[in-house]
């Protein structure tokens, strides 16, 4: 009855090490997908992170453009005003020519000028409408460009100002 006795708690101990066993497996797996899970998420943390500091970088000049649209607008201003207060007209041509560089560095690094031309239909996303006038063309056309507008890299500085059709 012994050897009986002793036997049955051989098979007691053995179902316990087979559940003990089971229990650490079901432990290591649990542990090796929140592992798993970790890591995935820290991969995605990583691409979020370079997407926002690339916008972050493309964006860092944002305020300086906006300083250097109003000196491109004085270049415009004087471009339109001609040589009507008397001075040299080659220091005109010299600073129309400053003017024309800068606008090139600007479009270099991401700055373009919004198109608003007569008879385009206006784009409240582009444009900016200041006044509406009579004129021959269908309503809500651009009749007159008042003043330039600018996008850097897809974002609008400054609407084009202009006039329209009524």
């Known amino acids: 009855m012994n050897d009986y006795k002793e036997k049955n708690n051989m098979g007691d101990a053995q179902d316990d090490s087979q559940t003990d066993l089971q229990k650490c497996e079901q432990a290591r797996d ?24 690339e916008e972050m970088a493309k964006f860092s000049n944002w305020d300086l453009i906006r300083e250097l649209v ?23 041509k010299g600073l129309l020519m400053i003017g024309r560089q800068l606008e090139d560095v600007l479009k270099k690094r991401g700055l373009e000028r919004i198109k608003a031309e007569v008879g385009q239909q206006l784009d409240t996303s582009l444009h900016e409408a200041v006044e509406e006038m009579a004129a021959n063309g269908p309503p809500g056309s651009i009749v007159e460009e ?13 609407p084009a100002r202009v006039k329209i059709n009524k």
């Open 30 to 53: 649990e542990n090796l997908n929140g592992w798993k899970r970790a890591k995935a998420d820290l991969i995605n943390y990583q691409k979020d992170e370079v997407k926002r500091l």
């Open 70 to 92: 109003a000196v491109l607008d004085s270049f415009a201003a004087m471009e339109a005003s001609g040589n009507n207060d008397g001075g040299d007209a080659s220091d005109l």
């Open 146 to 158: 008042v003043g330039r507008g600018y996008v850097f890299n897809g974002r609008v500085v400054r």
